[in-house]
């Protein structure tokens, strides 16, 4: 910011979000209106102060702006120009003032803005915090809340047909023929026959019986394989016509 002439400075401290928003915004764009307010008759002499007004969303936001002679010869330089050398600088004047911006009180609209910023933040990430001031169209936001709800719903008919499942597996447990062990032991067999190798789980649905009750036959009559292809599968042993564990 420059006052006229232009060799003549001013160096102006601006809170962060103040400097972002003057960033965005394009070559010839107001960037507020500056009115010069009365200072305290008990302040330095040397003391100046303005209000700094800017147009947001929520309504005008106002700054103070105060400031004081430098304590010191202040000046700045700039990079040369196109034809300059490499580290060259140029002189662009001398810094005559110091200012400070800082935010006056805030008005009930910004603080609201503010607190909306807030919640939205802090909802659950799966509803997604809508900040952008497109996002808040009615449109959107019934957009993002049907799909939340269709994921929700798909979420809800899996933990349905898993528990459906549990359920059938344990009345199907409950319908199953108590077999002695002579009559599962052959049983097994007779699938070991057919196949030669067996998952207890697979061998246990194939004979409609409990994988804790198959266990111990399989114990007797197989060999439980550790490496492998067939890794935690079942092999008869070599003494009831299997080949031994590979």
């Known amino acids: ?91 662009e004047g001398m810094i005559d003032a110091k200012w400070d911006v800082n935010a006056a009180e805030l008005n009930a609209s910004y603080k609201q803005l503010v607190r909306d910023r807030q919640e939205s933040a802090a909802a659950r990430p799966e509803l997604q915090a809508i900040t952008q001031a497109e996002d808040l169209e009615l449109g959107g936001v019934t957009k993002r809340l049907q799909k939340q709800g269709e994921l929700n719903k798909q979420a809800r008919e899996l933990k349905k047909r898993k528990e459906d499942l549990a359920e059938q597996r344990v009345m199907e447990y409950k319908r199953m023929k108590k077999l002695t062990r002579k009559e599962l032991r052959d049983l097994v067999f007779e699938k070991f026959e057919a196949q030669r190798y067996w998952h207890k789980t697979d061998l246990a649905n194939a004979l409609r019986q409990k994988p804790s009750e198959l266990g111990p036959v399989l114990d007797e009559v197989c060999d439980r394989i550790k490496f492998g292809e067939h890794k935690q599968e079942y092999e008869l042993k070599a003494q009831f016509g299997g080949q031994g564990a590979a």
Do not use: I
Request: proline share 12%.
């Open 1 to 91: 910011m420059s006052k006229a002439p232009a060799s003549n400075l001013w160096l102006v401290k601006v809170p962060k979000r103040l400097a972002e928003s003057w960033k965005e915004q394009g070559p010839g764009s107001s960037l507020g209106t500056l009115e010069p307010v009365e200072t305290s008759a008990a302040g330095p002499s040397d003391k100046q102060a303005y209000k700094l007004t800017m147009p947001t969303d929520a309504g005008p936001m106002e700054y103070t702006m105060t400031g004081t002679e430098p304590p010191g010869a202040m000046y700045s330089f700039l990079p040369g120009g196109p034809d300059a050398s490499d580290g060259e600088m140029r002189l």
